[in-house]
Nanobody, 115 residues
Framework: QVHVAESGGGLVQTGGSLRLSCSAS????????MAWHRQAPGKEREFVAS????????FYSASMKGRFTLSRDGTKNTFYLQMNTLKPEDTAVYYC????????WGQGTQVTVSS
């Protein structure tokens, strides 16, 4: 059974940093692409960033490019999203998504940026 779990969210001031982690079990980690999405209160879920299965291609939403960095650690079956220069508009629940193949989501982790 596939299990995806996010961690690392919390409360941070404007301009601060957080690192989110996404761990996965029940699958062959190295064969899965991975992405982060987020959903702010009252808004639709939106794409944040993605990384290919091999880790050689990354894509970022325009509003996050330059501030967020996505990486993966194959030894720990874990992905990371380093978020710098955070803004109040970054406040959202952040979700980890694995696949293709398949489509697996975590429960989300709350990020709150205070002004």
């Amino acid at each position: 059974q596939v299990h995806v779990a996010e961690s690392g969210g919390g409360l941070v001031q404007t301009g601060g940093s957080l690192r989110l982690s996404c761990s996965a079990s029940g699958l062959t980690y190295s064969t899965y692409a991975m992405a982060w999405h987020r959903q702010a209160p009252g808004k639709e879920r939106e794409f944040v960033a993605s990384i290919s299965a091999k880790g050689d291609n990354t894509f970022y939403s325009a509003s996050m490019k330059g501030r967020f960095t996505l990486s993966r650690d194959g030894t720990k079956n874990t992905f990371y999203l380093q978020m710098n220069t955070l803004k109040p508009e970054d406040t959202a629940v952040y979700y980890c998504r694995l696949g293709p193949p398949g489509d697996y989501w975590g429960q989300g982790t709350q990020v709150t940026v205070s002004s």
